[in-house]
């Protein structure tokens, strides 16, 4: 028979996923080409925007891309979010040149806009105005998006090795997700050398929120939780080196692969009302996303709290909030108040700091009462929990209660 102890430490049934194979490491970027030829692409539209474009990263992609005999054609179309919109203009380039495939280069608006147009190019436009329909798997695509590589230039987003993109509906007025997946991955640590500091701080605090959502969404697994944890500690760890150093080259190979291995954990849990509390601002308000985040994570993690008191202190803990108690309010305080610390010891605006007032910030109530991804949460989410998030996101970020 067996005791209550052992009964505890059984561990969760769940599936293990990798969507994609991801090639890692300083260099990979070289291989870019010889996995395009692989996947059977002849021509390429290489998907950037204007940042890259001034990086000078584009024109070295272009050559190691045309050195493998592909024809490529350059779209620097993107926009914050992914507007559906813009997506148009892509599908029309791909058609015009013949395109065979999509290689996305850059952050994640970049990603989820070549996920967005590798499957609107290979089923029509018109799946923009049923996203919801195919994120819930009422409908399913009539052809495979067009063969997909990513590659990130940023330490954040791990959409790289997701199933879904955030695209802007027009017709819904709001972010949503549109399923598609990278066929191939690269992710060379060289290419977030020239990320600023602010920009390499949320984009980190991002993969921060994708690895604490992932530990209470209602899919997540001990494999989930073992790389959730380790990407914790990654970003804990290196996160403030490479914002006071982006030439620290140690940093910024560990953050690349903390933010390949939340974006993982993530599409094998799911991240849940933190997210679609961020989408919501960030529709609203246009805040980029990983300032979103930051400021709403440690409402979510006192809210994770209730139903995970065990995680939530091994993250604070991790995290150096010195927690001593089994009490899952006092955990969810604690670990909340060293995240938020952390946050501000790297230069996130706190929502007060940014102007906003908590009226406003409560106006993405009723967008998030309405996002499917809101109910994930592997605990109770009602309108008073997402006010809770809402609520103590705003107060918490100035010491209020």
């Not at 395109?99 to 996305?104: A, F, M, N, P, S």
């Not at 996160?239 to 190979?253: I, K, Q, T, Y």
């Amino acid at each position: 028979m067996k005791g209550k102890s052992e009964v505890r430490a059984m561990l969760r049934p769940g599936v293990y996923k990798q969507i994609a194979p991801v090639l890692f490491g300083s260099k990979m970027a070289a291989q870019a080409g010889k996995k395009a030829k692989e996947l059977g692409v002849g021509r390429l539209l290489l998907v950037c925007d204007e940042g890259i474009r001034q990086t000078g990263m584009d024109s070295k992609m272009e050559h190691i891309l045309k050195e493998s005999g592909l024809i490529v054609t350059t779209w620097y179309g993107v926009q914050t979010d992914c507007p559906d919109g813009t997506v148009e203009e892509a599908v029309r380039i791909i058609g015009e040149n013949h395109i065979d495939g999509v290689l996305g280069l850059g952050g994640g608006s970049v990603l989820d806009t070549a996920k967005v147009i590798a499957a609107a190019a290979a089923n029509g436009l018109e799946i923009l105005g049923e996203v919801l329909e195919y994120l819930s798997g009422a409908k399913s695509y009539a052809h495979h998006p067009l063969p997909l590589i990513l590659m990130p230039t940023t330490a954040g987003t791990g959409s790289e090795s997701t199933f879904v993109a955030v695209v802007t509906s027009s017709a819904l007025d709001a972010k949503v997700g549109l399923p598609c997946a990278a066929d191939s991955a690269i992710v060379d640590p060289e290419l977030t050398m020239s990320v600023p500091p602010f920009v390499t701080a949320f984009t980190g605090l991002d993969a921060l929120s994708h690895a604490n959502e992932a530990l209470a969404e209602k899919k997540n697994t001990p494999h989930s939780d073992l790389l959730a944890f380790e990407v914790v500690r990654l970003i804990k760890t290196y996160l403030p080196a490479a914002v006071a150093d982006g030439s620290d080259r140690e940093a910024r190979e560990h953050l690349a692969f903390a933010s390949n291995l939340a974006g993982i954990a993530f599409n094998e849990s799911g991240v849940h009302i933190g997210h679609a509390c961020a989408h919501a601002l960030g529709h609203l308000y246009h805040v980029p996303h990983g300032v979103c985040c930051a400021n709403l994570t440690p409402a979510v993690i006192e809210l994770q709290a209730r139903a995970y008191p065990e995680k939530m202190k091994r993250l604070g803990l991790i995290m150096g909030a010195k927690i001593s108690t089994d009490e899952p309010g006092e955990i969810g305080k604690k670990a909340a108040d060293a995240v938020r610390a952390f946050a501000k010891e790297l230069g996130i605006p706190s929502l007060n700091e940014q102007g906003f007032t908590e009226a406003q910030i409560l106006e993405a109530l009723p967008i998030v009462l309405n996002d499917p991804l809101g109910y994930a949460y592997d605990g109770q989410i009602t309108e008073e929990e997402i006010r809770f998030i809402l609520k103590r996101a705003y107060r918490g970020s100035y010491g209020g209660n």
